[in-house]
Nanobody, 117 residues
């Protein structure tokens, strides 16, 4: 499996920024896409953003204009730049490989993002 590993979480005040990384060795060569999800305490996991195997992107409405997903081909890493953070963005953030070859179907362990008001 193309196994992703997240990093970059932390604690910030509202209005601040964080950049999450999802490193998944082999995801470029296997033509995987990457999806970011988040799960707040006591809530269901929700989809946040996708980087399609074709390079296209999309976002849940609540983060459009604030979050940006990009790909660093040299490092087999996908970044999620999160600006203008709000307390409601507080959650555990997960990335997942999908699509492409049969190896593209794995979750990372998650990274915690906490935004204080």
């Amino acid at each position: 499996q193309v196994q992703p590993v997240e990093s970059g979480g932390g604690s910030v005040q509202a209005g601040g920024s964080l950049r999450l990384s999802c490193t998944a060795p082999g995801f470029t060569s296997n033509n995987c896409g990457i999806k970011w999800y988040r799960q707040a305490a006591g809530k269901q996991r929700e989809w946040v953003s996708s980087l399609w195997p074709s390079g296209g992107t999309n976002y849940v409405d609540t983060v459009k204009g604030r979050f940006t997903i990009t790909k660093d081909k040299a490092k087999d890493t996908v970044l999620l730049q999160m600006n203008s953070l709000k307390p409601e963005d507080t959650a555990m953030y997960f990335c997942k490989t999908y699509g492409g070859s049969r190896y593209c179907d794995a979750w990372g362990q998650g990274t915690q993002v906490t935004v204080s008001s």
